[in-house]
T-cell receptor, first 110, second 114 residues
Framework: QKEVEQNSGPLSVPEGAIASLNCTYSDRGSQSFFWYRQYSGKSPELIMF????GDKEDGRFTAQLNKASQYVSLLIRDSQPSDSATYLCAVNYGGNKLVFGAGTILRVKS | GAGVSQSPRYKVAKRGQDVALRCDPI?????LFWYQQALGQGPEFLTYFQNEAQLDKSGLPSDRFFAERPEGSVSTLKIQRTQQEDSAVYLC????????????FGEGSRLTVL
């Protein structure tokens, strides 16, 4: 069973702080990793993907991947109330399908 | 189209009824996926098409679930003899094969079985 684990939260951070979201996965053969944001009642939307060890930055978002530890994280700098949502970690284990975690609820308080 | 389009957005069915959910993917996207998302959970894979070929249906929960994509574009997910446990949001996603295979999701069809 290929699994993706996330802390369900909620993770509460003050406006302007760094939010750190974490995800672990079970299969070392995983090829690529995704972070999706999902607002309540809406569909998931892609924030970032990463497939090489290390960091990948895009604006206020940084994805970090450590394949040896089977760990991927998402950092959100200068958090805004509009960042409040559920963040879904997804792993492509091959075979063209993504396995999703249950998501972490993020609340940014102004 | 500009994005993945799903219909109906909301469906209420009595237990035992059959339902059909439609997905119109992004134009030119050959790969299409169906996911099921229960309340408070992440999306769970149901099935995958490449063009008209259904290459993976390992996530379909029972033989009451059936999906098709006869012309390699629009897809229909059919659920026969609906049960209360089928209540969920059914998400359709497509991909054009970009780096890593990122999915673009439709707004989903929320099914409530009474």
């Amino acid at each position: 069973q290929k699994e993706v684990e996330q802390n369900s939260g909620p993770l509460s951070v003050p406006e302007g702080a760094i939010a750190s979201l974490n995800c672990t996965y079970s299969d070392r053969g995983s090829q690529s990793f995704f972070w999706y944001r999902q607002y309540s009642g809406k569909s998931p939307e892609l924030i970032m993907f990463i497939y090489s060890n290390g960091d990948k930055e895009d604006g206020r978002f940084t994805a970090q991947l450590n394949k040896a530890s089977q760990y991927v994280s998402l950092l959100i700098r200068d958090s805004q109330p509009s960042d409040s949502a559920t963040y879904l970690c997804a792993v492509n284990y091959g075979g063209n399908k993504l396995v999703f975690g249950a998501g972490t609820i993020l609340r940014v308080k102004s | 189209g500009a994005g993945v389009s799903q219909s109906p957005r909301y469906k209420v069915a009595k237990r035992g009824q059959d339902v059909a959910l439609r997905c119109d993917p992004i134009s030119g996207h050959v790969s299409l996926f169906w996911y099921q998302q229960a309340l408070g959970q992440g999306p769970e894979f149901l099935t995958y098409f490449q063009n008209e070929a259904q290459l993976d249906k390992s996530g379909l929960p029972s033989d009451r679930f059936f999906a098709e994509r006869p012309e390699g574009s629009v897809s229909t997910l059919k659920i026969q003899r609906t049960q209360q446990e089928d209540s969920a949001v059914y998400l359709c996603a497509s991909t054009g094969g970009g780096p890593g295979g990122e999915l673009f999701f439709g707004e989903g069809s929320r099914l409530t079985v009474l």
